[in-house]
Each structure stands twice: as C-alpha cells, then as structure tokens.
C-alpha cells in the first residue's frame, strides 16, 4: 500500500510541476499575442480596464475561507471586477480575461491532479466569466442584467467544476480516505462538493453586483471603463464631403 501512495504522489507531482511550467508558458502566450496582434483593437483604455479588472480580481481571491480539504473556496467577491469587464467589453474579451484570470490563481496555488482537472477547474470554469457578454443584451434594467449574468456564469462555472471533481475523485479514491458511499457515487459526491462553496460564492457575488447598480455605482464604473466610440475628425468629414477646388485634384 506505502508504493502504491508513492507511486501516485510521485505521479500527482509530475503532473503540477509539468502543468505549472505550461500554465505560465501559456499566459505569457496569451500576453504576447495581446501586443502582438491586438495592437488595432486594444487601445491603452482597453488594456488598462483588463488589467486593473483582472488585478483586482486576483488580489480579491486572496481574502477567502475554504471550507473544504480538497479545493475550493468562497472569497470576497472576487469575480465582480471581471463580470464588469465582461459586461463592457463583450464575450470574447471575457473569455480572455477570465482565462488569464484562471492562470493567475492556478500559478499561486496549483490544486490538480491530471491535465483534465486543470482544464476544467482552472480554463473553461474561469472563461465561462465571458458568458456575462450576454447579459446585457437580456433587458434594459442593467440592475437585472449583471445579477442573472453572474447566475448564468456560476451555473457554467459549477458544471466544469462538477466534471472535474468527478475525475478528481475517482483516481484520488486511490489515496484519500473518502467515505464509503463516496466511492460507489463519484457524481453525488462531486456535486455536494461543489454546494458547499460555489453557491455562496456566487450569492456574494450577486449580491455586490445588485448594490453597486441599484446605487448607480455600477453605472459610473461602466462608463469609466466603456471604450469611446471611434469617430471620423472634422478634417476627415469636409474632406469626403466638400470637392475640392484644385484643378490637379479634379483631373
């Protein structure tokens, strides 16, 4: 039995350590393209709001109780700053924050146990924060927007983490003294799991998301945040509008 617990431990190891080294090869990835490719549609606004989002984002993740052993955990709001990106900036750009956001964490405390679980728990659960794109296309009460757009990313994020903890379960089953019931019903288990924190979490969140618009707050940071709508100059205007007087111009 002591093999058996080495030999997965030794395994478990690999697999952080290799998926570590990746996690920041990808993120630097990420950051590269950004400049490389995003230098037309990002304009210092864009990256700037990202970047602050995001930093609060991750600085918030820190203030935290986690009432589980093996992952997972309720923290001071901390997908609010991202949601409000993501509700600016649309889904595409959420997806990306929220992917650059699930490194981050991963990076300061890794908890997997194969390439699935990281997947899971720390890309797709963290990206789904670009589904809040959607809800402000819902209704025109921004108040009701965000507060069912951080249910619909919760109920995303909830599902990836569910996969994942069945996964997680069945071959940590090997060496966690999980209780007998447990074992028979990985999916049961797995989604009791996932009640206990990701609920609260999300309630927090929705909660803070409701003040912040019902005391217009939320509305001042938007349009802080809010990219300004390109538009042609006056010259440009005249130019296309007005012919010009100039004979070598006219021929």
């Not at 924060?129 to 025109?140: D, E, N, P, Q, V």
């Given at each position: 039995?002591?093999?058996?617990?080495?030999?997965?431990?030794?395994?478990?190891?690999?697999?952080?350590?290799?998926?570590?080294?990746?996690?920041v090869v990808l993120l630097l990835?990420?950051?590269a393209l950004i400049c490389i490719k995003?230098?037309?549609r990002y304009d210092a606004k864009h990256i700037a709001a990202a970047g602050i989002c995001v930093s609060l984002s991750f600085a918030l993740s820190y203030a935290k109780?986690?009432?589980?052993?093996?992952?997972?955990?309720?923290?001071?709001a901390s997908f609010v700053p991202v949601l409000i990106y993501a509700y600016v900036y649309g889904i595409a750009d959420g997806?990306?924050?929220?992917?650059?956001?699930?490194?981050?964490n991963f990076i300061s405390g890794p908890y997997i146990l194969t390439?699935?679980?990281?997947?899971?728990?720390?890309?797709?659960?963290?990206?789904?924060?670009?589904?809040?794109?959607?809800?402000?296309?819902?209704?025109?009460?921004?108040t009701f927007n965000v507060v069912l757009g951080a249910l619909l990313v919760y109920a995303a994020r909830f599902l990836f983490h569910w996969v994942s903890g069945i996964i997680y379960f069945a071959h940590n089953s090997v060496w966690v003294d999980l209780p007998a019931w447990a074992l028979r019903n990985g999916a049961l288990y797995s989604f009791i799991y996932q009640c206990v924190y990701?609920?609260?979490?999300?309630?927090?969140?929705?909660?803070?998301?409701?003040?912040l618009a019902k005391f217009k707050v939320l509305d001042r940071l938007i349009n802080i945040i809010r990219p300004k709508p390109k538009a042609c100059s006056a010259e440009q205007t005249d130019q296309n509008e007005t012919p010009s007087d100039d004979p070598k111009q006219k021929q």
């Open positions: 039995m002591l093999s058996v617990l080495l030999d997965v431990s030794q395994h478990v190891t690999d697999v952080v350590m290799w998926i570590s080294v990746g996690a990835g990420v950051i995003g230098k037309r109780i986690s009432p589980l052993q093996y992952g997972g955990s309720i923290t001071l997806f990306l924050a929220g992917i650059i956001h699930g490194l981050l390439g699935a679980t990281f997947l899971l728990d720390y890309i797709l659960a963290f990206a789904s924060i670009g589904l809040m794109g959607f809800a402000r296309k819902f209704t025109k009460k921004i990701v609920p609260a979490d999300c309630a927090i969140c929705a909660v803070v998301l409701y003040l």
